[in-house]
């Protein structure tokens, strides 16, 4: 690629929500920016996973990637390409680091990584980056301002965050950064998390969500159960020091939850000690008042809340008085699996309290009036919607063009190459390659085999063995109706 200055070429999650995966790329080098998971759309039978394409990774070119925070959607495909590419150097901060270690360990993968504080510079060949401290919902999540050394071009990349400046949990999103390093620059760009776009106003802080919590862990009843995304460890922190507060011992059920809890422990993020929390055989059959952790809030086949629903749990069984409290929003296509929990709930005579009845839920993502705080702090000269489906990525150009016409928003997808240039912009379309599909841990699949698999589960198979040397013939079969079996 001959350009002075630099381009961003979006990888995964530009007209999706999920594998994002971004290259900043310039004369010799390309650097990356996150590499993560998207999971499957119905019609991927049987498909755990999906990760980006990395055909586009040249290892002569590409020495580096930085992970902006730690959701699966930005780190969850990092050890495949840590396979393909082991000698890259992941740039990452402290929480970040031991989710992605746990990991990594798991499949045995090793790492070359450096550590970054929000506000270093990272000198690289053809750019700077400064890594800027923003609100989401997981600590230590980071914006990336990147810049031509000649200060000809400056870029704000953040594909997650909101604006939250009364969190006492962290520091407010870093406005003052974002508009020195960009006011160095003769031109810029934005590139913009779009999740949330569709929402007018103001996303909420996690400060506001307080009050009611606090209600909910005073209420009378000793078993008070809740659910929420086990990667807000902030929300957690709040919880937990609410229930210790009137009197609750606090028990953790899930796997996912002890593994956040632990690495806001290893990081600093943690408000609560170890010997505060309890596994859920440790207090079997204890009466006395309690509040239960369950993982799984999206209602997902494994985890501890659905176990606990079904009656399925060996420790706690649901029985009449029981409260259950989902501070977390149902995510769009796991309705079904949510409304089945509620429902099984509610025939063990359990309440269920969710973010209808309460505020109890706060996205990680702008509303617009986020947006607007952004903008009026420093407003560039272009502007792409990014991390979003298509549909919101074009209301998040048309909202720019409306509310802020000096600025020049368009809506870009997936392996569309814009050109930071001389003076202006320009697009430049590459081959789309389709996400790779992963079944299992780590098992790619090609897409023509998914008919085929879901053809062998739905419609069984037959299998027949010919022997040699006594001549007989066997057929089995699996999954067929009894009746075809016996002709
Ligand atoms: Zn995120």
Redesign the pocket.
């Known amino acids: 690629m001959k350009n002075k200055y630099f381009s961003v070429l979006p990888i995964g999650g530009v007209e999706e929500i999920g594998s994002n995966m971004t290259m900043i790329r310039s004369e010799d080098e390309d650097i990356i920016i996150d590499c993560g998971m998207l999971f499957p759309h119905e019609e991927c039978f049987d498909i755990n996973y999906l990760i980006p394409d990395f055909s586009l990774v040249d290892p002569a070119r590409t020495k580096n990637i930085i992970i902006t925070?730690g959701?699966e959607?930005?780190i969850g495909a990092l050890g495949h390409l840590l396979k393909a590419f082991p000698d890259l150097t992941v740039w990452v901060t402290t929480f970040t680091l031991h989710l992605i270690q746990r990991k990594l360990a798991e499949h045995k993968i090793s790492m070359n990584y450096q550590m970054y504080t929000p506000g270093q510079e990272l000198a690289f060949r053809n750019v700077d980056i400064t890594p800027i401290h923003v609100n989401?919902?997981?600590p230590e999540?980071s914006g990336l301002i990147v810049r031509s050394k000649d200060r000809k071009w400056g870029a704000l990349y953040i594909?997650?965050f909101k604006v939250d400046l009364v969190s006492k949990h962290e520091l407010p999103i870093d406005f003052k950064t974002i508009k020195e390093k960009l006011s160095e620059c003769v031109q810029t760009a934005y590139f913009i998390d779009s999740t949330n776009v569709m929402y007018d106003g103001k996303t909420t802080s996690e400060n506001e969500l307080q009050a009611d919590l606090e209600h909910l862990m005073n209420r009378p009843e000793n078993r008070l159960f809740i659910t929420l995304f086990a990667s807000n460890v902030h929300r957690m922190n709040a919880i937990a020091k609410m229930a210790k507060a009137s009197g609750r011992k606090i028990v953790v059920m899930g796997r996912s939850l002890w593994t956040y809890m632990e690495a806001a422990r290893e990081s600093g993020h943690s408000e609560i000690t170890a010997d505060e929390l309890f596994m859920a055989d440790q207090v079997k059959g204890q009466s006395g008042k309690m509040l239960i952790f369950l993982s799984g809030c999206q209602g997902d086949f494994l985890s501890a809340l659905r176990r606990f629903s079904f009656g399925e749990d060996g420790n706690f069984k649901p029985v009449p008085g029981d409260v259950v409290i989902f501070s977390s929003k149902v995510i769009p296509g796991n309705e079904k699996k949510i409304f089945r929990i509620y429902n099984k709930l509610t025939q063990f005579g359990v309440e269920i309290v969710t973010a209808h009845d309460h505020l109890i839920h706060a996205s990680?993502h702008p509303g617009k009036e986020d947006l607007k705080l952004l903008l009026n702090n420093f407003a560039p000269n272009f502007y792409f919607p990014i991390h979003g489906e298509s549909y919101m990525l074009r209301k998040h150009a048309e909202f720019i063009q409306k509310d802020f016409p000096k600025i020049s928003a368009h809506t870009i997808h997936n392996y569309q190459e814009v050109i930071l240039g001389e003076g202006t912009i320009k697009i430049e379309d590459h081959e789309v390659k389709e996400p790779r599909l992963i079944h299992g841990k780590s098992i790619e699949i090609e897409k023509t085999q998914i008919s085929q698999r879901r053809k062998m589960a739905t419609q069984g198979a037959v299998f027949v063995s010919y022997h040699r040397s006594s001549e007989l013939m066997e057929v089995s079969t699996v999954g067929l109706p009894l009746m075809v079996q016996e002709q």
Do not use: P, R
Request: hydrophobic share 10%; net charge negative; proline share 0%.
């Open positions: 925070h959701h959607d930005h989401h919902s997981i999540t594909s997650d990680g």
